[in-house]
């Protein structure tokens, strides 16, 4: 019981408003058909008001000194191999790049991200503050302790088809959505199964799923659809209306890291819900 209660205390207090918001990767188009290469574009952020800008990333081998979260822009082509940092540019609120299509079949597209380290610390005064550092980086002024560590652990992902839809390949890495169909085949009013899987098996620990149609900022209510799964990693959706979509959940567990409390695995999913 003690454990469960130091889990809660350690979300809380590690709570931000940058953890706080969605993170998300938004393609210009999930289905595209005919001869040429096709081009598709990509706008990613993190961000609560869906499909709007907040905070943008950089690209990380650039290793550019300014104030966004680094990232990496991969894809898993339809043959199952990955090719890896597709450029893309910082654009202070949101970023956007570009990817040229020249295989058939389902891109998996995912924004990489290394782990993002916390510490809790208290000053002299015995007040709270937080820094993003690991604990071993951490230098703190005297009188001051470190109280506790947190890594965050974000899956952002979503997928592009081309003339064909294949079997996306998979992450086998942190929390993961998968189609039991497939991520570009859903449509308004059909019932869509979907299964989430945790280091590349499937889910065992209880979640909480949450599914929010984009353009947010027009509507008084956010409209999300929630779902507890609890004993089966399975759920299923009726989608209400045609629109881009993001899947967001939020694992919090101990942490097998030597030095850190907690681990916070998150999952951002975009798909396209089409019209009847």
């Known amino acids: 019981m003690q454990s469960f209660k130091l889990l809660f205390v350690l979300s809380t207090i590690f709570s931000s408003s940058v953890f706080g918001h969605g993170r998300w990767l938004l393609p210009s188009h999930t289905n595209l058909t005919g001869t040429p290469e096709h081009a598709v574009t990509f706008d990613m952020s993190i961000s609560n008001d869906l499909f709007q800008g ?8 650039k290793n550019l000194k300014i104030p966004a979260t680094p990232a990496s822009l991969d ?9 890896r940092d597709i450029p893309f540019h910082w ?3 949101r970023s956007s790049g570009f990817d040229t299509l020249k295989q058939d079949g389902t ?7 290394s782990p993002v380290y916390i510490s809790v610390f208290k000053d002299a005064a015995g007040e709270l503050h937080r ?15 470190l109280e506790k560590a947190m890594r965050y652990i974000p899956t952002i992902h979503t997928f592009v088809s081309r003339n064909k ?21 859903l449509f308004v009013g059909e019932s869509q199964s979907f299964e989430v899987y945790f280091e590349g098996k499937p889910l065992t620990q209880e979640l909480e799923i949450q599914v929010v149609r984009g353009n947010t900022r027009y509507r008084n209510e956010r409209e999300q659809q929630t779902f507890v799964l609890k004993g089966t990693n399975q759920f299923e959706v009726i989608f209400e209306k045609a629109g881009m979509y993001l899947v967001e959940a939020e694992l919090v567990q101990p942490s097998a890291e030597k030095g850190i409390e907690i681990d916070r695995w998150a999952l951002f999913t975009t798909l ?4 009847e």
């Open 75 to 83: 894809v898993i082509e339809p043959n199952q191999e990955w090719r």
């Open 131 to 145: 820094r993003f550092s690991k604990p071993q980086d951490l230098t703190l002024a005297e009188g001051a302790k």
């Open 272 to 275: 396209e819900v089409n019209p």
């Open 165 to 185: 839809l294949t079997t996306p390949g998979r992450l086998n890495n942190g929390l993961e959505l998968v189609a039991k169909g497939h991520p570009n085949d």
């Open 107 to 113: 891109h998996h597209y995912v924004l990489n991200q």
């Open 54 to 61: 907040h905070y943008g990333y950089i690209q990380a081998s």
């Open 91 to 93: 654009l202070n609120i």
